[in-house]
């Protein structure tokens, strides 16, 4: 009877303890929403490469561990890299159909830093809640100029093409006015929430030297970069290198930041002397940066400035080194002629970079990976827009060893999250594999990842990326992207 007596007392103890253990089981279970179990963590700022759990919640990323993990959902992902989600500087694809592709090619954010647009905050309300992965922009500088001559409300909507960089604008110089109405219109777009200022400028002949100091004095007034697409690509003086000179000058005078855009096009055989000049104006202080993407052809529109006056003395090519995107055709003189006047805004493929300098330029240190991707049209364009970044880490980095796994890596993820970070406090969060980091996440297996888009067929979805996380949603599982989910959020200056 005594024993029976003390069974009773101890009862409601035991279900106490019990139900206490089963709500902590349930609690500790329910306290992860996602677990990538068991793969190579990399993560470039740290260092970290070894084998990691990670657990995500809302959104975040909340626990790295040796440890088993417990959460409602659990991927295993053994044998491949677990690594920040692929951030693109230099992306003109800003849609739904282009933001598909760079997510099968592990970007979780493509922002449009080159060209920029404009009105900046209508451009960002047409994308919340819209997009697959996280977006930006600058504000045009393009577009601001020719706001500013045309002498319209800063409101008003310009195509970039068939207005800003229509010859009859792109050629004009501004005068004192106009100057003052082009600064108002920029910094409007930097309170809209723009990244910087945006400048094609050899897209526009007429900005004169005193219009871009001017523009710089801009951005430093407003603790922003300029990001730029060099005045010329030439190897007959004034050329490339003196292009980049102007741009150091202006760096250097103003105190505002400069970054290159893609400097294989821009330099093409001079990419090894403007290298180190970067580097040069880094160490004594100017803030300057540059990128590249990997492929030996570029992409513009035919009636660009760069194909006016003897252009192909210039950037030593010629026409049957152009080809025109929609057909595919190498030109001639005569349809390089003809399209040129009757097809202006037709995009053409320009062959002219030395495999061995666009090599170059991924391996130095420092330098970014982005793609400079447009948008698709007639579902033809530039490869690069599918397949830059499965291209550098397959090719480059597994074939070819010309650099590190992490380095490559940190081009890609860490080194652009720096260099927006001073200026976008939510880049803090971005580029890493850290506790408290968004769960911007790309999954892949480094024995077979490889670009499958080519110039024959460029919307080819790279081979060997898993797994995408946008902000702990996945846009691609299993090799698949994920339908009808857009995870993506706007990324904008810290005004």
């Not at 945006?198 to 523009?215: D, M, N, S, T, W």
């Not at 300029?226 to 980049?244: G, K, N, Q, W, Y």
């Not at 760096?251 to 580097?279: E, N, R």
Request: neutral net charge.
């Amino acid at each position: 009877m005594t024993r029976l007596f003390e069974a009773k007392l101890l009862l409601p103890g035991l279900l106490v303890l019990a139900t206490f253990f089963l709500f902590s089981s349930s609690a500790y279970a329910a306290s992860f929403d996602l677990v990538l179990e068991g793969g190579r963590v990399i993560d470039p700022e740290s260092g970290l490469d070894a084998v990691r759990n990670i657990g995500i919640k809302n959104g975040k990323i909340v626990k790295i561990s040796r440890h088993e993990l417990k959460a409602k959902r659990t991927v295993n992902v053994s044998g491949l890299v677990v690594s920040p989600g692929f951030i693109d500087l230099h992306a003109h694809g800003q849609n739904n159909i282009a933001n598909d592709f760079q997510a099968r090619d592990g970007v979780t954010t493509a922002l449009e830093l080159e060209l920029g647009v404009y009105p900046v905050g209508k451009w960002y309300a047409s994308r919340k809640n819209k997009a697959i992965i996280n977006y930006g922009a600058t504000v045009s500088h393009s577009i601001s100029r020719a706001l500013a001559l045309h002498e319209v409300p800063p409101d008003h909507e310009l195509d970039l093409f068939k207005d800003a960089l229509a010859p009859d604008i792109s050629r004009k110089e501004l005068d004192d006015a106009a100057l003052l109405r082009m600064t108002d219109i920029l910094n409007q777009g930097v309170i809209d929430g723009g990244l910087g200022i945006g400048v094609g400028l050899a897209y526009v002949p007429g900005a004169r030297r005193k219009e871009i100091f001017h523009l710089y004095q801009a951005a430093k007034s407003n603790s922003v970069p300029v990001f730029v697409h060099a005045r010329v690509t030439s190897v007959v003086e004034p050329d490339s290198t003196s292009a980049l000179q102007e741009l150091i000058a202006n760096s250097a005078a103003t105190g505002a930041a400069t970054h290159v855009c893609h400097i294989g096009s821009a330099g093409g055989v001079q990419v090894p002397t403007m290298l180190k000049m970067i580097d040069g104006a880094r160490k004594n202080g100017v803030d300057i940066s540059t990128e590249v993407y990997p492929y030996t052809a570029a992409h513009t529109f035919i009636g660009a400035a760069i194909f006016a006056g003897d252009w192909r003395k210039n950037i030593g090519m010629d026409y049957h080194d152009l080809q025109w995107t929609l057909s595919g055709e190498r030109l001639t003189e005569d349809t390089f002629n003809k399209y040129r006047k009757e097809k202006s805004e037709g995009m053409v493929i320009a062959y002219f970079m030395p495999e061995h300098i666009v090599a170059a330029a991924i391996s130095h240190p420092g330098v970014m990976i982005a793609s400079d991707g447009g948008r698709w049209e007639n579902n033809v364009g530039h490869p690069r827009g599918a397949g830059t970044f499965a291209r550098v880490l397959g090719r480059y980095v597994r074939e070819q060893k010309l650099l590190s796994l992490q380095d490559a890596l940190a081009k890609m993820t860490i080194l652009p999250a720096l260099r927006l970070q001073s200026y976008t406090p939510m880049m803090l969060n971005k580029g890493r594999i850290k506790k408290g980091a968004d769960a911007d996440i790309t999954v892949f297996d480094p024995l077979t990842i490889i670009d499958k888009a080519s110039f024959e067929k460029p919307m080819q979805y790279s081979k060997g990326i898993h797994h995408v996380l946008v902000n702990g949603e996945f846009v691609v599982r299993d090799g698949e992207s994920v339908r009808n989910t857009f995870p993506g959020k706007a990324i904008q200056n810290g005004k």
